[in-house]
């Protein structure tokens, strides 16, 4: 990734630099916020550390950086006590506490690359899926995605995807053939559109990949619930073991917007019931 680095502090943003660009990352530093936001108007970056000191309130730089770029950069602000509610209220996508942790700068950039990666994906227009029995198109899945990431930007709201697709895919192809691949994936659709619940919104996001928008949850264990229980009704369904030789593999992943953390990742094995344990959302 190309990431900006705006803080006046030099041990800071030494630190940050020399370890984003040990993991592989292009970095530019930039001490002068003015200066930082007037080169993201001619410069994209894929995200932004930034510390908004001395200024008490973080939306009025949130906005003056989401309003001079054409891209999203993911932005993650720099403070020694700004807790991550307030972050999300303010635009931003996390916050990380000063002094800046070397592990969690990593985590931190992985979150970063992971929600880039998602916008370019859903966001893709060189292929669609239509809507069909429940299902709804990827077009029109991401105007919902973007809409998710404009009320996280506007209000500070959580949204999570639930990604459910067939981890082993191309040995299904290569072993039992295209007939049984193809029959395997319209047999996942159709469990998800019986196991969702009708509030949910389920969209094909891939050619064996679909994707569950849970919206402004009502508690905060209810994503990670919502993921338990897709991957444990899976793993009991008999109807989506392959027709041939090949075992079926199926991946059941929780993000989280805007963090874009990854709170699940879930390897199911239809016909072999699993019990899956509900992690924490830290």
Do not use: W
Request: charged share 20%.
């Amino acid at each position: 990734m190309k990431i900006l680095v705006i803080d006046r502090d030099s041990l800071t943003t030494q630190l940050v630099s020399s370890r984003l660009q040990s993991a592989g990352h292009s970095v530019v530093e930039e001490a002068v916020k003015n200066n930082a936001i007037e080169r993201l108007g001619v410069e994209p970056f894929d995200a932004v550390f930034i510390d908004p000191a001395p200024l008490n309130n973080a939306r009025p730089i949130i906005l003056g950086i989401r309003r001079s770029v054409r891209n999203y950069p993911y932005i993650v602000l720099m403070s020694g006590s700004m807790d991550r509610v307030e972050a999300l209220k303010s635009g931003a996508n996390d916050v990380m506490l000063k002094p800046i942790d070397g592990a969690g700068l990593e985590k931190m950039a992985q979150n970063a690359e992971r929600l880039t990666s998602l916008i370019a994906r859903i966001g893709d227009d060189s292929e669609d899926f239509p809507s069909a029995g429940g299902v709804i198109a990827k077009s029109a899945f991401n105007q919902l995605f973007l809409s998710c990431l404009d009320r996280a930007d506007r209000y500070g709201e959580r949204s999570f995807l639930v990604f459910i697709g067939i981890k082993n895919h191309k040995d299904v192809l290569e072993v039992d053939g295209s007939y049984a691949a193809a029959a395997l994936s319209a047999r996942l659709s159709q469990s998800l559109v019986r196991l969702r619940r009708q509030s949910d919104i389920i969209a094909q996001t891939g050619k064996n990949e679909y994707c569950l928008m849970l919206q402004r949850p009502q508690y905060e264990t209810e994503p990670m619930e919502a993921a338990t229980r897709f991957a444990e009704a899976l793993s009991k369904n008999a109807d989506l073991s392959s027709s041939g030789q090949m075992g079926v593999q199926l991946y059941v992943t929780l993000v989280d917007l805007p963090v874009g953390a990854l709170h699940a990742d879930h390897t199911v094995h239809p016909g072999h019931a699993t019990e899956f344990a509900i992690g924490s959302m830290a």
